[in-house]
């Protein structure tokens, strides 16, 4: 039985359920968990310096609605049903944003709660095209996160991925946890004295810089030397990487033949794919 939260507890205070611009305005009052693992550099799709120019409201912080968002969000309740299932011995309860005692900038927002002997559990839902061999940094960040905010020390994350099913048990770990906060902390003083995060390589960050400065004005700026040098050898690097790439890649096609899949120990490790009637090409992805 899925039921609404309407309890503190004992490290955390419920804020309530919010959406449209009340969770805007609720997200942007503090730091959750989805966030962590972008702060703490675990997250591919994006970086500390992007989440920043997010939050001081630099460049737009409105998620798109796509179909992986959309499939998620209509799939999470059915999926905690399917738990609810799986595990009798749990009573579920959905939830809203709590926010930290001690921190009130601390927030978590569990997909829902369980009691389990009479103890509280984190169940958190996450819905992939693939398969998880092994669960995500950014996603476990995530809930430890909310198990350091909210005092729970048991959380579990369930995943359809792949049409699979899958679930996974995430110890807390204080050491981890304490790792976490400092960059989390850091990073929300930052947000506090305007301080932008330091430079990374990612492409996240490279695209933030770009719609920072969408427009073109008739005007000269003199660029920093050590800035030009170190491009000009990493576009040297790169070239040279790329090129051996295609000779690896090249080998491997040769020694494909017409075969579809290309097998390594036991492992298929890539495919010759093609667009149409078009010449095939490698695929790298191990199954």
Same mark, same amino acid.
């Given at each position: 039985m899925i039921q609404p939260w309407l309890e503190d507890l004992p490290e955390a205070t419920f804020l309530g359920v919010h959406e449209g611009e009340e969770w805007h305005k609720i997200r942007s009052e503090g730091i959750g968990g989805s966030e962590v693992g972008t702060i703490c550099g675990l997250n591919p799709w994006e970086s500390a310096y992007t989440l920043f120019h997010k939050k001081t409201g630099n460049i737009e912080d409105r998620i798109e609605q796509n179909w992986a968002i959309r499939f998620g969000n209509a799939f999470e309740r059915p999926i905690l049903d399917l738990y609810a299932e799986e595990h009798p011995e749990a009573q579920l309860y959905?939830?809203?944003?709590?926010?930290?005692?001690?921190?009130?900038?601390?927030? %978590?927002?569990?997909?829902?709660?369980?009691? +389990?002997? #009479?103890?509280?559990?984190?169940?958190? &839902?996450?819905?992939?095209?693939?398969?998880?061999?092994?669960?995500?940094?950014?996603?476990? %960040?995530?809930?430890?996160?909310?198990?350091? +905010?909210? #005092?729970?020390?048991?959380?579990?994350? &369930?995943?359809v991925a792949g049409m699979t099913w899958q679930e996974f048990e995430i110890i807390y770990d204080p050491f981890v946890a304490e790792t976490y906060d400092r960059a989390v902390t850091q990073f929300w003083n930052y947000l506090q004295e305007g301080q932008v995060p330091d430079w990374d390589g990612s492409k996240s960050t490279y695209e933030t810089v770009r719609k920072l400065h969408p427009d073109i004005e008739d005007d000269d700026v003199e660029i920093d030397l050590e800035s030009w040098i170190e491009l000009k050898k990493a576009l040297a690097e790169q070239s040279k990487a790329e090129a051996k790439v295609n000779e690896y890649k090249s080998q491997i096609l040769d020694q494909m033949g017409k075969a579809r899949y290309g097998w390594v120990q036991n492992r298929r490790v890539v495919s010759r794919q093609a667009r149409g009637k078009g010449t095939p090409y490698l695929v790298m992805g191990e199954k």
């Open positions: 959905t939830t809203g944003t709590f926010a930290n005692k001690e921190h009130p900038w601390k927030h %978590a927002n569990p997909d829902a709660l369980a009691k +389990v002997n #009479g103890e509280w559990k984190i169940i958190e &839902v996450k819905t992939a095209r693939a398969g998880f061999s092994e669960l995500p940094a950014h996603y476990e %960040a995530q809930v430890i996160w909310y198990m350091h +905010v909210t #005092g729970i020390r048991q959380a579990a994350l &369930v995943a």
